[in-house]
């Protein structure tokens, strides 16, 4: 029993550092970035990245799309299945009506009865995105005047040699009551795992075979 324990404490330690640092080198994770400051006081910090063969320019209108409704997060399929059963299939080319994502525009991020969405708190067309969520809690906690959420997510487009980007994905989250912030660590960050990653690998898939067929 206590070999078993063991077994499952460090593989849930494994998943739990993966859900914070997947993809990502020490010094992304060390670096400030552009919006970290809406969040001044970050209980949870992760960071996830990936290398995409395409300039910055070929990603952008990929990011500009994202949300619930939108063309999704790039999610695997089987992952939204598993985690999200009634999220529709994230689109796998570049939507027109959705490139025209301005700062203050909100971003669902569940169907319009869930009340979830973010909020476009800054943007560098070909560079930054920054959203910012304090909707993604049920209702009920909502309106507790102990409760209070500060959630954001931040992508950066970073040009490399040969014509391709770094794409570097942060989130930043401060939760108050506590148990809430236990929660989160306990729960969101090795779900991380799944969702950051298969948003990674599913953008530089997206982006990779568009530039092929292009």
Not at 62 to 74: E, N
Request: a positive charge; charged letters at 25%; aromatic letters at 10%.
């Amino acid at each position: 029993m206590i070999r078993l324990a063991t077994v499952v404490a460090s593989l849930y330690a494994a998943i739990y550092y993966l859900g914070r640092t997947w993809g990502s080198r020490p010094e992304e994770r060390g670096r400030r970035l552009s919006g970290d400051e809406i969040v001044p006081s970050a209980k949870l910090v992760t960071d996830h990245a990936i290398t995409i063969d395409a300039p910055p320019e070929r990603v952008w209108p990929w990011l500009l799309q994202v949300g619930w409704g939108r063309a999704g997060w790039y999610t695997y399929r089987w992952v939204d299945r598993l985690l999200f059963p009634n999220n529709a299939p994230s689109a796998r080319r570049i939507l027109p009506q959705f490139q025209s994502l301005e700062a203050g525009d909100e971003v669902p991020d569940g169907p319009p009865e869930s009340g979830c969405f973010f909020v476009v708190e800054r943007m560098e067309a070909d560079r930054l995105l920054v959203l910012h969520s304090t909707t993604h809690l049920p209702a009920k906690l909502l309106r507790d005047p102990r409760v209070a959420l500060s959630w954001t997510w931040t992508f950066t487009l970073d040009p490399e040699p040969g014509g391709r980007t770094r794409y570097h994905f942060r989130v930043r989250l401060n939760v108050r009551p506590l148990w809430l912030l236990v929660a989160s660590h306990l729960f969101i960050v090795p779900a991380d795992f799944l969702m950051a990653r298969s948003m990674c690998k599913g953008l530089k898939e997206r982006v990779e075979s568009m530039a092929i067929e292009s």
